[in-house]
């Protein structure tokens, strides 16, 4: 694929946009170059197979709402890069294809999404965020407080009833969680019971 038109017409091949590397064809390809141009008078366009290192790049992907309603992505880094949905999900689907018109490497590159909100609502987003981490972290502590109070119930003789009954659950909740108990402490038995017997079949072949 050649140079693309416009003002880098008859220009080095070299550019921050483009990546050239050596595919013994003497053409310029897009793509994303990390090394030096070696300038060959035969091919000018040629690089050193050696100073090309092929990694995946990052784009920053910006995605803001427009006085239509409507949801345009684009790419600082490369400008004409951009798209638009009618939804956040449709506009980042879409803008890995707009990305691919301008640099070789879309394909295989990591993107990373910032959406862009009015200061308030940014600001009522990130609390709501904040809380329900805070809450998801809280409900698993109070669910394994919950399994280990449990079995300590069950295993002073109260009925599973009962141990739900003081805990605030359900006989049915209860019965999970100590069958989910049981069953993990199954694997455990059998699994220390397996590495005993190869421990004791190792010793015995030495």
Not at 6 to 32: K, V
Not at 89 to 110: K, M
Not at 141 to 154: F, I, K, N
Not at 163 to 184: N, P
């Amino acid at each position: 694929m050649g140079v693309p038109p416009g003002p880098t017409e008859g220009l080095p091949c070299a550019s921050s946009m483009w990546e050239m590397w050596d595919d013994h064809s003497g053409s310029c390809r897009r793509g994303s170059w990390t090394g030096a141009v070696v300038q060959d008078p035969a091919r000018p366009c040629a690089v050193s197979w050696r100073e090309v290192v092929d990694e995946v790049r990052t784009y920053r992907v910006e995605i803001e709402r427009d006085a239509a309603g409507m949801w345009v992505a684009s790419v600082p880094s490369v400008p004409g890069a951009h798209t638009q949905g009618r939804t956040i999900d449709q506009a980042r689907r879409r803008i890995r294809e707009a990305l691919s018109l301008w640099v070789g490497d879309a394909d295989r590159a990591h993107l990373e999404f910032e959406v862009r909100l009015p200061a308030a609502m940014r600001t009522r987003v990130k609390r709501a965020l904040e809380l329900r981490e805070s809450a998801e972290a809280t409900a698993r502590q109070a669910a394994g407080a919950t399994e280990r109070a449990l079995v300590s119930l069950v295993g002073a003789g109260l009925s599973r009833r009962d141990a739900g009954e003081l805990l605030g659950i359900s006989r049915q909740r209860a019965q999970q969680i100590a069958e989910t108990h049981m069953s993990s402490e199954r694997r455990g038995t059998g699994g220390r019971r397996v590495a005993a017997k190869r421990a004791a079949s190792r010793r015995r072949a030495s």
